[in-house]
């Protein structure tokens, strides 16, 4: 049972970092659909910026690994201590997004986060038949909905900083 712990564990800190980003890629694609007005263009010309909020997410991850192991940093200590070192090897490549050639096409990094969506559907289908309390599901909604918001700040913290670099560029 202690692996299996610590397994669990680890895939919800993954599904609280990387699962609510699929939604919130949606949601953009879906607003930047529309171009009635001045704010839907805005998010239409910044789609592109999808995958650098995305691998600020992964940033942050990554901040998240080196803080729970800070008495050896080493790759090779992170990914041994690991109960499951291809989700976490595969969360912390987000961190390439940070690369112009990798961030040019949003939809990659669409791509590269459902695996973490899919876990949480695999959660979902698991619990449906098996005989679990309401807390079990609510802790995980409550995963979920930090992970959507976390997606959703970091975003923002994106466009916001596009903003202000365009702003100080006309300047």
């Not at 607003?31 to 992964?58: D, H, I, M």
């Not at 791509?111 to 698991?126: A, G, N, R, Y």
Request: charged share 15%; glycine share 4%.
């Amino acid at each position: 049972m202690g692996g299996h712990f610590f397994a669990y564990i680890e895939q919800l800190e993954l599904q609280s970092f990387f699962s609510g980003y699929p939604i919130v890629y949606m949601l953009v694609m879906f607003v930047a659909g529309f171009r009635k007005t001045k704010v839907f263009n805005y998010f239409e010309s910044n789609r592109s910026l999808l995958p650098r909020a995305y691998a600020l997410t992964g940033t942050l991850y990554l901040v998240f690994e080196l803080h729970k192991w800070y008495s050896d940093y080493s790759a090779t200590h992170l990914i041994s201590a690991s109960h499951t070192p291809y989700l976490l090897l595969w969360a912390l490549s987000s961190i390439l997004f940070w690369i112009p050639l990798l961030s040019k096409k949003a939809v990659i990094s669409f791509v590269h986060s459902l695996p973490f969506f899919l876990l949480v559907l695999k959660d979902i289908f698991l619990r449906m038949n098996a005989t679990v309390s309401q807390e079990d599901v609510r802790n995980s909604m409550i995963t979920y909905t930090f992970s959507i918001i976390l997606n959703l700040i970091t975003l923002s913290l994106v466009f916001f900083v596009n903003l202000l670099a365009g702003w100080y560029r006309k300047k």
